[in-house]
């Protein structure tokens, strides 16, 4: 079946612009998370949902960062003002449920000049 | 800490074994996992264990946890260079509603021929 897909692969734009960053999860699943990974680091934790409710947003790193996510399924990542280290490629994964392995979608590399 | 750690790099000859280790964070977390991450791709989930077991094998894959040292390996036989991409140890803890993801910085194995 479909794996987790996410929207666009690649985002170039300005400092000072808004940018929403699109996850489909895979079918049914529950739980999706959002996590972001800049060059050379590892995972950065940013915020995951069980269905429509987001219990963790500790992860965010300004208030310029937010997200939602309708009907227990697709979730959009926004960040307005962008500044130059929200540079990164933004990853989304899902799992059946809350614990369960996390299947992960492909990236979007956010290019802020 | 808060912090997974793994070393950056590791470099094998083609057909040896590689150890990647990983410290964790917290002794009570219940599943550790590794995770592959290849090149412009997502992570894709190799293999887990349960906090309860010392040993997971896998085909050419083997898991060793410690949890008094809250330490963590992955072991791949017969090393191909299919094998060269960035490895990932994460563990997940918390409670329902509240559970947390922390992934290392990943190790880069470089499998020469």
């Known amino acids: 079946g479909a794996g987790v897909s996410q929207s666009p692969s690649n985002k170039v734009t300005e400092k000072g612009k808004d940018v929403e960053l699109r996850c489909d999860p895979i079918?049914?699943?529950?739980?999706l998370y959002w996590y972001r990974q800049s060059l050379g680091q590892g995972l950065e934790f940013l915020i995951y949902f069980q269905g429509n409710s987001a219990p963790d947003k500790s992860g965010l790193p300004s208030d310029r960062f937010s997200a939602e996510r309708t009907g227990g399924s697709v979730s959009t990542l926004t960040i307005q003002r962008t500044q130059q280290e929200d540079s990164a490629v933004y990853l989304c994964a899902s799992s059946p449920r809350e614990r369960d392995e996390q299947y992960f979608g492909p990236g979007t590399r956010l290019t802020v000049t | 800490g808060e912090d997974v750690e793994q070393s950056l790099f590791l470099s094998v000859r083609e057909g040896d074994s590689s150890v990647i280790n990983c410290t964790y964070t917290d002794s009570s977390s219940t599943y550790l996992y590794w995770y592959k991450q290849e090149p412009g791709a997502g992570l894709q989930l190799l293999t887990y264990i349960f906090s309860n077991m010392d040993m997971k094998q896998d085909q050419r894959l083997t898991v060793l946890l410690n949890k008094k040292d809250k330490h963590l390996s992955l072991r791949i036989a017969d090393t191909q260079t299919g094998d060269s991409a960035i490895y990932f140890c994460?563990?997940?803890?918390?409670?329902?509603?509240?559970?947390?993801?922390?992934f290392g910085t990943g190790t880069r194995l470089k499998v020469l021929a």
């Open positions: 079918s049914g699943h529950t739980a």
């Open positions: 994460a563990e997940s803890k918390g409670t329902s509603g509240t559970y947390k993801y922390i």
